[in-house]
């Protein structure tokens, strides 16, 4: 008699996680697509039920920011004063002194090659034309990175010191870093009013956290030894913080004044958006309004040669102890003064220079050039990104694909093959036991034909919430429904939706060329010698420097949003890419190429799968990055959050301002947890 086994049967609970959440997404997407008919509010959520959260959140602040206002007028008086010293200090200085200071400093931190950034730095600063406005605005970051490293230390002692608050310290940091820039300056713009004293104001609070975060790791790294031995010494705790474990976490505490000053720097810049005040950022808002793109690359680069000088000297001040001889430092100071003297009466006027007016002329002229003689290959390239590929991931191939863009019309049937193509992919896929992946696929092609400006609300938020279960758990997955559902109900669904389109469009983008050029780069060194002063050259430049130079080439529009967006979102995943793939432990390399690997085999196998945590904590800062370009970018035609905040900042709509900032901010935390949810699991699965 011949027993036949029972063969197990697949069942629900033989599916992994992703594909449970893939499936139950899919379903409901499809049962929102077909019941759209009959029930319209499945797609689009009604009016009526929206909750005026926008206008009670304004209501609350208006009665809020006006009760504390004659405090926070008094605060802005005091701070005037010292604003006004830095001004007139570095203002009424003569400018040789001043470029023999930093050339000095230059020489103390780094030697010769330090001293020679710093000097052509300022000469180029000085010749420039734009001395007087440059040193408004050092006298903006004079003031307020003291007020954000006091404020930043203190935050991160406290949490230090008192465990308890630790966590809510952090989420309070977490929040303020993931709210967008423009939407700090509402308030502020109702508090203070408009002038130099906002921006000082809204840098000190934008360059706060990061002190506030490295000053808490500094402390958390301290050996536990140093700390025994502090204890054992029979210090008091004022003793043991101050005299032992701040000096012992300097390192890391300096990381964070350098984070602290670009971000001050760059914080600047945007405030000249409400400052109306002569700094340097108020001259690039100005020539790029005028459309004097020569001016504003000018100005723009002046802002660059600032950001890097304070960024390498910065950066050497907390990374290299080595000091350079102090008589040269004399020298040079004593060099500078004694020119002043001599040329006294000779001296020029910085503001009259016009040294390299020329350039800016060549620029224009240059551009005017460029686009009169490739005009048609730049407008076909913008329209062709635009019609075939941004709009159809905005709207979908059932509103995108018009006679007009693509050349014919975009039919029922066609939706129906497309689906059907979609269906037998993922047939294939699960056949060859990629289940998961068959099922997203279908996913994909359901997004793609309806727009994810169209997405029903329903599948938005299954989706957030399956994802939200596999990185994280049921934890993450209920968070992310709750806080989208704040978005949902308060009306500004739509924009979210229009924002997370952009948004995710660079970041896929930059996920795509960024990792392939970091993966060159860990496979060719020559590569990374080329690439490497690019990514530190970007990643110094502020924000607002990244529109100039798609605004002189393709003008205002989404698709100059977009390469903005990407050029400031794609050094992260370059950076993360190269570094997890070039940093496989050598024991696993050892063992691969005895076994008879190939490179290709061994890029495979071994190196992408150590490096996968690595690249998407790479992935997470590139979406950050690409939340925080979107708000700037509304400058330069954006829709969504973006130009809500934009807007709100024009209007002084201080409730519009913080909720459409608040719901960027959502989408980034959410965003941000799923990553790291992903790379904590990826981590665990190689054991590290």
């Known amino acids: 008699m011949t027993v036949v086994a029972d063969v197990p049967r697949p069942t629900w609970m033989h599916l992994t996680a992703g594909a449970q959440a893939a499936l139950i997404t899919l379903i409901v997407g499809a049962l929102c697509l077909a019941l759209e008919p009959h029930a319209p509010w499945l797609v689009k959520w009604p009016a009526s039920w929206e909750v005026p959260a926008t206008q009670w959140v304004g209501t609350f602040l208006d009665w809020f920011l006006n009760a504390i206002k004659p405090a926070a007028r008094l605060f802005s008086d005091l701070m005037a004063h010292p604003m006004d010293w830095a001004n007139f200090v570095l203002g009424n200085t003569p400018w040789p002194i001043l470029i023999g200071l930093v ?51 203190a935050i991160g002692i406290l949490a230090n010191e008192v465990p308890r608050v630790k966590s809510a310290v952090q989420a309070v940091l977490d929040i303020m870093q993931t709210v967008p820039t423009f939407a700090y300056l509402t308030p502020l713009l109702l508090l203070f009013g408009f002038g130099p004293v906002v921006g000082l104001i809204a840098s000190a609070i934008y360059a706060a956290p990061p002190m506030a975060r490295n000053v808490m790791l500094g402390l958390e790294r301290v050996d536990p030894e140093i700390k025994e031995a502090a204890i ?4 008091t705790r004022f003793q043991q913080l101050f005299q032992v474990e701040i000096p012992a976490a300097a390192t890391q505490i300096m990381v964070g004044v350098n984070q602290c000053l670009m971000a001050a720097l760059s914080m600047v810049i945007i405030a000249a958006v409400i400052g109306g005040f002569n700094d340097i950022g108020w001259e690039v808002l100005l020539t790029m309004r005028k459309a004097q793109f020569g001016e504003s690359l000018l100005a723009g680069m002046v802002i660059v040669v600032f950001a890097v000088v304070i960024d390498r000297m910065s950066g050497t001040l907390a990374t290299e102890r080595k000091r350079h001889d102090n008589r040269v430092v004399w020298a040079v100071l004593g060099f500078a003064v004694l020119f002043t003297l001599l040329f006294w009466a000779r001296l020029p006027n910085p503001s009259e220079l016009t040294l390299l007016d020329p350039v800016a002329q060549a620029v224009d002229s240059g551009l005017t050039t460029f686009t009169q003689n490739n005009g048609p290959w730049l407008d076909s390239l913008k329209n062709n990104s635009m019609f075939y590929v941004l709009l159809p991931l905005r709207i979908g191939l059932s509103q995108a694909v018009l006679p007009f863009t693509w050349g014919f019309q975009w039919t029922p049937a066609m939706s129906f093959g497309l689906f059907a193509a979609g269906a037998v992919i993922a047939l294939l896929m699960a056949w060859r036991g990629h289940l998961t992946g068959g099922l997203v696929t279908l996913i994909l092609i359901g997004m793609l034909e309806t727009g994810i400006a169209n997405l029903p609300w329903p599948f938005v938020l299954t989706g957030a919430a399956a994802l939200g279960w596999v990185a994280g758990g049921w934890r993450l997955a209920a968070l992310s429904v709750a806080l989208l559902s704040t978005i949902l109900i308060s009306g500004l669904w739509e924009r979210a939706l229009l924002s997370l389109y952009l948004s995710g469009a660079a970041v896929f983008f930059c996920a795509v060329v960024g990792g392939l050029i970091g993966l060159a780069s860990a496979v060719w060194s020559p590569v990374w010698k080329i690439v490497r002063p690019i990514c530190d050259m970007l990643q110094t430049i502020p924000l607002f420097v990244f529109l100039i130079p798609v605004l002189m080439v393709f003008q205002i529009g989404e698709f100059s949003a977009f390469l903005a967006i990407c050029a400031y979102a794609i050094v992260p995943m370059i950076r993360y890419t190269r570094h997890g793939l070039v940093n496989t432990p050598d024991e696993m390399m050892e063992a691969a190429i ?45 829709t969504g959050l973006g130009q ?45």
């Open 644 to 688: 809500s905040i934009y807007l709100a900042l024009g209007q002084a709509d201080v409730g519009l301002g913080i909720s459409a900032g608040a719901a960027m901010a959502i989408l980034a935390l959410i965003a941000d947890r799923m990553v790291q949810g992903f790379a904590e699991e990826r981590r665990k699965a190689l054991g590290l």
């Open 103 to 153: 050339t000095a400093l230059g020489w103390y931190l780094g030697g010769l090659p330090m001293a020679a950034l710093g000097f052509l730095g300022l000469s180029f600063v000085l010749a420039s034309g734009y001395w007087a406005e440059s040193m408004n605005t050092l006298a903006l970051v004079a003031v307020s990175v003291p007020v954000a490293l006091i404020v930043g230390g």
């Open 594 to 638: 005895s076994s008879g690997a190939t490179e290709w085999q061994i890029m495979r196998d071994v190196r992408a799968p150590y490096a996968a945590p690595t690249i998407l904590l790479g992935l997470n800062q590139t979406i950050l990055y690409a939340f925080a370009m979107l708000v700037i970018a509304a400058l330069i035609g954006t």
């Open 232 to 235: 054992m010494s029979g210090g």
